[in-house]
């Protein structure tokens, strides 16, 4: 257990027991302008897992995810979807082979209605496929179906949330990417988020790759965790084992003599 600056957390744990890889990186490093941020990252996420990636502000999460989603230039290693290697492939061919992702912010189109935000994510779909999908939609959100006429700059920030993951659902992704999905949300709106919608999803067979700020209630719904310093992964063991070391807290706030985790 750290105990003195300089001293690293690792904690790496056997995959052998999780869910076949829906995701896999392998030796993955990633940056901008040919400079890695992320180094030699291995990383999976399977079929109904729900996989969080937490880490201090700067440790390469946010690279990390658009290496996943084809955003940020994958510099060496492999990154495999379904067993197939998806590298070098762009966010929009990735999008069409079941990768969806949720960004933290600018996710809803504030001027248009919440109909109109998923015709957008729909817009490749024949009417009767978009039809079917979107009433799955709102069976999942039934607030979504109650605002359906309503801007989207008039939602609650979780109605927002709803609608941005609604509107990627109806690509019916097999990857699911969150980014901070509750960030600006309140205690309640969080724990629905997380608790119910992102748990649902994964007890669906979705696999979901999360980053999340509320680390504690990340971990509480997650199979997997991985933590990044450094861009490094310094742990990758089940959530429930992250969550009771008895220095999470403290490294989580940052009162561990390290460069904190998360």
């Given at each position: 257990m750290p105990t003195s600056r300089g001293e690293v957390l690792s904690l790496i744990r056997d995959n052998a027991q999780r869910?076949?890889?829906?995701?896999?990186?392998d030796k993955v490093s990633a940056g901008?302008?040919?400079?890695?941020?992320?180094?030699?990252?291995?990383m999976q996420v399977g079929s109904g897992e729900v996989v969080t990636v937490i880490g201090p502000n700067g440790a390469g999460k946010s690279t990390l995810v658009k290496s996943v989603i084809g955003e940020v230039k994958v510099l060496g290693g492999t990154v495999?979807?379904?067993?197939?290697?998806?590298?070098?492939l762009p966010s929009e061919r990735l999008a069409r082979l079941g990768v969806g992702y949720v960004p933290q912010s600018h996710d809803v189109f504030e001027t248009m209605t919440v109909l109109e935000n998923l015709e957008i994510g729909g817009y490749l779909l024949s009417k009767r496929l978009f039809q079917e999908?979107?009433?799955?939609?709102?069976?999942?959100?039934?607030?979504?179906?109650e605002r359906r006429s309503q801007s989207a700059g008039r939602l609650s920030?979780?109605?927002?949330?709803?609608l941005a993951i609604g509107r990627t659902l109806l690509t019916e992704p097999t990857l699911l990417v969150l980014d901070e999905p509750t960030a600006g949300l309140s205690p309640e709106m969080s724990r629905i988020v997380l608790g119910t919608h992102v748990r649902n999803l994964a007890a669906d067979g979705t696999a979901v790759l999360l980053i999340e700020q509320k680390a504690s209630e990340?971990?509480?719904?997650?199979a997997w965790a991985y933590c990044?310093?450094?861009?490094?992964?310094?742990?990758s063991a089940e959530a429930a084992e992250v969550a009771h070391r008895p220095d999470i807290g403290e490294i989580l706030l940052g009162r561990k003599e390290l460069d904190g985790v998360v």
């Open positions: 869910a076949p890889a829906r995701i896999a990186l901008y302008n040919n400079v890695p941020i992320v180094v030699d990252v291995d495999t979807l379904n067993g197939e290697d998806v590298t070098a999908r979107v009433a799955k939609v709102y069976e999942r959100f039934p607030l979504l179906f920030g979780g109605e927002r949330k709803m990340a971990l509480a719904i997650s990044l310093v450094d861009g490094q992964v310094r742990v």
